[in-house]
């Protein structure tokens, strides 16, 4: 079992920044990819970016290229997203998830197997 906490959200004008963490606990951080979901006001969840079990590749969904940024912190156990320039269409609730999967790319959310509870970001014009 891996338990996954997502702290970092919150309200922010359009064109600000946040970064969210996620703090893992449970089985070795190391062996778990990670990925970002987000779910916004009346949406599905969507993909938005993934690391590997060492940070050695990133994947981003193209709404996030450019303005998102994934890292890990092995040491720590501990998942980041820095997110700039942000939008209104960014708001929603942000997922942290583990998939045993260690390498390449996975962007549905079946394949990942543990879940954070989310936090709130909410993006004004």
């Known amino acids: 079992q891996v338990q996954l906490v997502e702290s970092g959200g919150g309200l922010v004008q359009a064109g600000g920044s946040l970064r969210l963490s996620c703090a893992a606990s449970g089985r070795p951080f190391g062996n778990y990819a990670m990925g970002w979901f987000r779910q916004g006001p009346g949406k599905e969840r969507e993909f938005v970016s993934r690391i590997t079990w060492n940070g050695g590749t990133t994947y981003y969904a193209d709404s996030a290229k450019g303005r998102f940024t994934i890292s890990r912190d092995n040491g720590k156990n501990t998942l980041y997203l820095q997110m700039n320039s942000l939008k209104p269409e960014d708001t929603a609730v942000y997922y942290c998830?583990?998939?045993?999967?260690?390498?390449?790319?996975?962007?549905?959310?079946?394949?990942?197997?543990?879940w954070g509870q989310g936090t709130q970001v909410t993006v004004s014009s």
């Open positions: 998830a583990a998939d045993r999967k260690m390498t390449g790319t996975a962007d549905a959310s079946y394949e990942y197997e543990y």
